[in-house]
Nanobody, 113 residues
Framework: QVQLVESGGGLVQPGGSLRLSCAAS????????MGWYRQAPGKQRELVAL???????NYADSVKGRFTISRDNARNTVYLQMNSLKPEDTAVYYC???????WGQGTQVTVSS
């Protein structure tokens, strides 16, 4: 089993920034891909960004150039730096790890003036 604990969500004005963190524990040797999905009210869960242990990255087109994913393998932690936030980025953000897959509990990000 793998446990994922997220932190860093909140309320921010349009154009602002937030940084999400997700720490993994448990059977982490099973993990290659880690990253983030999000789900807005009334919409399906969608990919935001993923990163492998070797540093291969995949971004959704909607966040390219604004969001940056990174990973600290020594700390088993993945980060999502979100800049130039827009109201349409408002969603619950879920940490993800592959092999099962595994999901975090979710953290709310609200972009509003």
């Amino acid at each position: 089993q793998v446990q994922l604990v997220e932190s860093g969500g909140g309320l921010v004005q349009p154009g602002g920034s937030l940084r999400l963190s997700c720490a993994a524990s448990g059977s982490i040797f099973r993990i290659n891909w880690m990253g983030w999905y999000r789900q807005a009210p009334g919409k399906q869960r969608e990919l935001v960004a993923l990163i492998t242990s070797g540093g291969t990255i995949n971004y959704a087109d909607s966040v390219k150039g604004r969001f940056t994913i990174s990973r600290d393998n020594a700390r088993n932690t993945v980060y999502l730096q979100m800049n130039s936030l827009k109201p349409e980025d408002t969603a619950v953000y879920y940490c993800y790890a592959d092999s099962a897959p595994y999901w975090g509990q979710g953290t709310q990000v609200t972009v509003s003036s």
